[in-house]
């Protein structure tokens, strides 16, 4: 069965940084498009990042660019999330997702949550001011 399994959450004053790791288990993950999304208190969960595994395209929501970058380790079927000059904003459990795009595709499919199909349990994000 596969398994996404979300770490490195945790409490950071504003301004700190934190790098969150999503480790796929049970199955290969080549070819997908691995993202990352954000629940905040009362929020409707959002998009984050993105990266296709197939084309190498990485999508960044803009109230975050600038200030975080995703990257995979293949050899490790591990998706990460760097993340700096955090805010109190950005408070939220942060969720890896796993996603299969056959051909074109635009950037709203890739930043719509619905399209993924596999979702770790969430690692809680708290930035303190």
């Known amino acids: 069965q596969v398994q996404l399994v979300e770490s490195g959450g945790g409490l950071v004053q504003a301004g700190g940084s934190l790098r969150l790791s999503c480790a796929a288990s049970?199955?290969?993950?080549?070819?997908?498009?691995m993202g990352w999304f954000r629940q905040g208190p009362g929020k409707e969960r959002e998009f984050v990042a993105a990266?296709?595994?197939?084309?190498?395209?990485?999508y960044y929501a803009d109230s975050m660019k600038g200030r975080i970058t995703i990257s995979t380790d293949n050899a490790k079927n591990t998706v990460y999330l760097q993340m700096n000059s955090l805010q109190p904003e950005d408070t939220a459990v942060y969720y890896c997702?796993?996603?299969?795009?056959?051909?074109?595709?635009?950037?709203?499919?890739?930043?719509?949550?619905?399209?993924?199909?596999?979702w770790g349990q969430g690692t809680q994000v708290t930035v303190s001011s």
């Open positions: 990266i296709s595994r197939n084309s190498g395209n990485i």
């Open positions: 997702a796993g996603g299969r795009f056959v051909g074109m595709v635009t950037t709203t499919v890739i930043t719509t949550a619905r399209n993924y199909g596999y």
């Open positions: 049970g199955g290969t993950f080549s070819g997908y498009t």
